[in-house]
Protein backbone atom coordinates (compact mmCIF):
# COMPACT_ATOMS: atom_id res chain seq x y z
CA UNK A 1 0.00 0.00 0.00
CA UNK A 2 1.28 3.05 -0.97
CA UNK A 3 2.02 5.92 1.42
CA UNK A 4 -0.20 9.06 -0.27
CA UNK A 5 -2.82 10.75 1.20
CA UNK A 6 -5.65 12.52 -0.51
CA UNK A 7 -8.12 15.13 1.30
CA UNK A 8 -11.04 15.23 0.81
CA UNK A 9 -12.17 11.91 -0.92
CA UNK A 10 -15.23 13.63 -2.02
CA UNK A 11 -16.43 17.55 -2.34
CA UNK A 12 -19.39 19.13 -3.73
CA UNK A 13 -19.15 23.01 -3.74
CA UNK A 14 -20.68 25.52 -5.31
CA UNK A 15 -19.64 27.42 -8.30
CA UNK A 16 -17.46 30.61 -7.55
CA UNK A 17 -16.02 28.77 -4.59
CA UNK A 18 -12.16 28.60 -3.39
CA UNK A 19 -11.02 24.78 -3.09
CA UNK A 20 -8.15 23.50 -2.13
CA UNK A 21 -7.16 19.78 -2.68
CA UNK A 22 -4.31 18.09 -0.39
CA UNK A 23 -2.01 15.84 -1.29
CA UNK A 24 0.55 14.57 0.88
CA UNK A 25 3.41 11.45 0.35
CA UNK A 26 5.76 9.88 3.31
CA UNK A 27 7.87 8.13 0.68
CA UNK A 28 10.43 10.91 0.51
CA UNK A 29 9.92 11.54 -3.33
CA UNK A 30 11.21 14.56 -4.96
CA UNK A 31 8.43 14.53 -8.01
CA UNK A 32 4.80 14.73 -7.63
CA UNK A 33 2.24 14.54 -10.51
CA UNK A 34 -1.64 15.64 -10.52
CA UNK A 35 -3.99 14.27 -12.93
CA UNK A 36 -7.53 15.03 -13.82
CA UNK A 37 -9.64 11.92 -14.68
CA UNK A 38 -13.52 12.04 -15.54
CA UNK A 39 -14.98 8.47 -14.70
CA UNK A 40 -13.54 5.28 -16.14
CA UNK A 41 -11.48 7.53 -18.68
CA UNK A 42 -8.19 8.41 -19.55
CA UNK A 43 -5.53 10.57 -17.11
CA UNK A 44 -4.35 14.36 -18.30
CA UNK A 45 -1.54 15.30 -16.40
CA UNK A 46 -2.10 18.61 -15.15
CA UNK A 47 0.82 19.83 -13.31
CA UNK A 48 4.07 18.07 -12.04
CA UNK A 49 7.32 18.88 -9.66
CA UNK A 50 10.40 17.93 -9.69
CA UNK A 51 10.85 19.38 -6.16
CA UNK A 52 10.80 21.51 -3.37
CA UNK A 53 9.82 25.30 -5.34
CA UNK A 54 9.79 23.53 -9.06
CA UNK A 55 6.25 22.85 -10.58
CA UNK A 56 5.70 22.85 -13.98
CA UNK A 57 2.05 22.61 -15.95
CA UNK A 58 1.43 19.02 -17.36
CA UNK A 59 -0.27 18.39 -20.98
CA UNK A 60 -3.92 19.46 -19.94
CA UNK A 61 -4.46 22.53 -19.55
CA UNK A 62 -6.01 23.75 -16.49
CA UNK A 63 -7.06 26.58 -14.13
CA UNK A 64 -6.40 25.11 -11.16
CA UNK A 65 -2.58 25.91 -9.42
CA UNK A 66 0.11 24.25 -7.57
CA UNK A 67 2.85 24.75 -4.84
CA UNK A 68 5.27 23.02 -3.56
CA UNK A 69 6.60 24.18 -0.55
CA UNK A 70 7.44 20.99 1.41
CA UNK A 71 8.67 17.96 -0.83
CA UNK A 72 5.66 16.07 1.08
CA UNK A 73 2.99 18.53 0.01
CA UNK A 74 1.48 19.36 -3.50
CA UNK A 75 -1.85 20.62 -2.89
CA UNK A 76 -3.94 21.80 -5.66
CA UNK A 77 -6.23 24.99 -5.39
CA UNK A 78 -9.16 26.40 -7.50
CA UNK A 79 -9.31 29.99 -7.58
CA UNK A 80 -13.02 29.99 -8.55
CA UNK A 81 -14.31 26.62 -8.97
CA UNK A 82 -16.86 26.09 -12.07
CA UNK A 83 -19.09 23.54 -12.95
CA UNK A 84 -16.80 22.24 -15.98
CA UNK A 85 -14.20 21.13 -12.99
CA UNK A 86 -16.21 18.26 -11.71
CA UNK A 87 -14.12 15.56 -12.01
CA UNK A 88 -11.89 13.26 -10.20
CA UNK A 89 -8.60 14.66 -9.17
CA UNK A 90 -5.72 12.25 -8.61
CA UNK A 91 -2.23 12.71 -7.43
CA UNK A 92 0.71 10.38 -7.60
CA UNK A 93 4.59 10.38 -6.69
CA UNK A 94 7.01 8.57 -7.85
CA UNK A 95 10.64 7.42 -7.39
CA UNK A 96 12.97 6.19 -9.80
CA UNK A 97 10.67 4.03 -11.60
CA UNK A 98 7.02 3.85 -11.24
CA UNK A 99 4.50 6.05 -9.92
CA UNK A 100 2.16 5.75 -6.58
CA UNK A 101 -1.35 7.04 -6.43
CA UNK A 102 -3.50 8.34 -3.78
CA UNK A 103 -7.41 7.10 -3.69
CA UNK A 104 -8.33 10.24 -5.78
CA UNK A 105 -11.00 13.40 -4.61
CA UNK A 106 -14.30 13.14 -6.48
CA UNK A 107 -14.93 17.00 -6.77
CA UNK A 108 -18.59 17.95 -7.84
CA UNK A 109 -19.34 21.78 -8.73
CA UNK A 110 -22.88 22.88 -8.49
CA UNK B 1 6.44 11.64 -29.55
CA UNK B 2 5.76 9.59 -27.01
CA UNK B 3 2.64 7.51 -26.69
CA UNK B 4 0.41 4.94 -25.82
CA UNK B 5 -1.87 2.92 -27.11
CA UNK B 6 -4.95 0.94 -25.87
CA UNK B 7 -6.83 -0.29 -29.06
CA UNK B 8 -9.76 -2.29 -27.26
CA UNK B 9 -12.30 0.04 -24.98
CA UNK B 10 -13.20 -3.27 -23.51
CA UNK B 11 -12.39 -7.11 -23.40
CA UNK B 12 -14.94 -9.62 -22.17
CA UNK B 13 -13.68 -13.09 -20.70
CA UNK B 14 -15.05 -15.90 -18.86
CA UNK B 15 -14.20 -16.83 -15.61
CA UNK B 16 -11.11 -19.31 -15.95
CA UNK B 17 -10.26 -18.41 -19.34
CA UNK B 18 -7.05 -16.84 -20.35
CA UNK B 19 -7.12 -12.86 -21.01
CA UNK B 20 -5.03 -10.16 -22.85
CA UNK B 21 -5.20 -6.69 -22.78
CA UNK B 22 -3.31 -4.67 -25.27
CA UNK B 23 -1.08 -2.14 -25.32
CA UNK B 24 1.70 -0.73 -27.86
CA UNK B 25 4.05 2.33 -27.29
CA UNK B 26 6.06 4.56 -29.11
CA UNK B 27 8.90 6.60 -26.92
CA UNK B 28 12.16 7.92 -28.43
CA UNK B 29 14.70 6.16 -25.89
CA UNK B 30 14.70 2.96 -23.97
CA UNK B 31 11.26 2.35 -22.43
CA UNK B 32 10.15 2.03 -19.01
CA UNK B 33 6.87 0.48 -19.45
CA UNK B 34 4.18 -0.46 -16.85
CA UNK B 35 0.63 -1.55 -16.09
CA UNK B 36 -2.09 -0.11 -13.22
CA UNK B 37 -5.44 -1.12 -12.48
CA UNK B 38 -8.01 1.04 -11.01
CA UNK B 39 -11.20 0.11 -9.32
CA UNK B 40 -14.16 2.12 -8.86
CA UNK B 41 -13.95 5.19 -6.79
CA UNK B 42 -10.29 4.15 -6.37
CA UNK B 43 -6.34 5.62 -7.12
CA UNK B 44 -4.11 3.54 -9.65
CA UNK B 45 -2.64 0.43 -8.28
CA UNK B 46 0.83 -0.77 -9.54
CA UNK B 47 0.65 -4.11 -11.28
CA UNK B 48 4.28 -4.38 -12.81
CA UNK B 49 6.96 -3.05 -14.66
CA UNK B 50 9.43 -3.71 -17.73
CA UNK B 51 12.89 -2.04 -16.91
CA UNK B 52 15.50 -4.62 -18.70
CA UNK B 53 16.26 -8.15 -19.09
CA UNK B 54 13.73 -10.63 -19.29
CA UNK B 55 10.71 -9.97 -21.56
CA UNK B 56 8.38 -11.60 -19.50
CA UNK B 57 7.68 -9.80 -16.22
CA UNK B 58 5.54 -11.34 -13.41
CA UNK B 59 3.42 -9.03 -11.25
CA UNK B 60 0.55 -9.03 -9.09
CA UNK B 61 -2.42 -11.05 -8.57
CA UNK B 62 -0.87 -13.83 -11.02
CA UNK B 63 -0.51 -10.93 -13.87
CA UNK B 64 2.13 -10.84 -16.39
CA UNK B 65 3.35 -8.92 -19.28
CA UNK B 66 5.41 -9.37 -22.55
CA UNK B 67 7.93 -6.69 -23.71
CA UNK B 68 8.23 -6.96 -27.56
CA UNK B 69 10.45 -4.89 -28.80
CA UNK B 70 10.34 -5.46 -32.31
CA UNK B 71 6.75 -5.03 -32.40
CA UNK B 72 6.75 -2.18 -29.48
CA UNK B 73 4.26 -4.07 -27.43
CA UNK B 74 4.04 -4.83 -23.91
CA UNK B 75 0.74 -6.95 -23.24
CA UNK B 76 -0.77 -7.59 -20.17
CA UNK B 77 -1.43 -11.34 -19.53
CA UNK B 78 -2.78 -14.08 -16.89
CA UNK B 79 -3.55 -17.68 -17.39
CA UNK B 80 -6.86 -17.92 -15.27
CA UNK B 81 -9.61 -14.76 -15.31
CA UNK B 82 -10.90 -13.98 -12.15
CA UNK B 83 -14.70 -12.03 -11.96
CA UNK B 84 -12.69 -9.87 -9.07
CA UNK B 85 -10.36 -8.99 -12.27
CA UNK B 86 -13.03 -6.69 -13.52
CA UNK B 87 -11.53 -3.27 -13.56
CA UNK B 88 -9.99 -0.78 -15.73
CA UNK B 89 -6.41 -1.28 -16.85
CA UNK B 90 -3.76 1.14 -18.06
CA UNK B 91 -0.95 0.69 -19.44
CA UNK B 92 2.39 3.58 -19.48
CA UNK B 93 5.60 4.41 -20.52
CA UNK B 94 8.10 6.43 -18.89
CA UNK B 95 9.82 8.42 -21.58
CA UNK B 96 12.91 7.61 -22.74
CA UNK B 97 14.55 10.81 -23.07
CA UNK B 98 16.69 12.08 -20.08
CA UNK B 99 15.27 16.08 -20.52
CA UNK B 100 11.54 14.23 -20.09
CA UNK B 101 12.68 11.71 -17.96
CA UNK B 102 9.96 11.91 -15.21
CA UNK B 103 7.06 12.41 -17.57
CA UNK B 104 4.46 9.24 -17.82
CA UNK B 105 2.48 8.40 -20.59
CA UNK B 106 -0.87 6.43 -19.94
CA UNK B 107 -3.08 4.62 -22.67
CA UNK B 108 -6.79 5.79 -22.15
CA UNK B 109 -7.81 2.60 -20.66
CA UNK B 110 -9.31 -0.72 -21.07
CA UNK B 111 -12.10 -2.22 -19.26
CA UNK B 112 -11.98 -5.55 -18.14
CA UNK B 113 -15.10 -7.70 -17.67
CA UNK B 114 -14.88 -11.11 -16.56
CA UNK B 115 -18.46 -12.91 -16.47
CA UNK B 116 -19.07 -15.99 -14.27
Known amino acids: EADIYQTPRYLVIGTGKKITLECSQTMGHDKMYWYQQDPGMELHLIHYSYGVNSTEKGDLSSESTVSRIRTEHFPLTLESARPSHTSQYLC?????????FGPGTRLTVT | AQSVAQPEDQVNVAEGNPLTVKCTYS??????LFWYVQYPNRGLQFLLK??????LVKGSYGFEAEFNKSQTSFHLKKPSALVSDSALYFC??????????????FGSGTKLNVKP
Open chain 2, 50 to 55: YITGDN
Open chain 2, 27 to 32: VSGNPY
Open chain 1, 92 to 100: ASSDFYEQY
Open chain 2, 92 to 105: AVRDGEVVNFNKFY
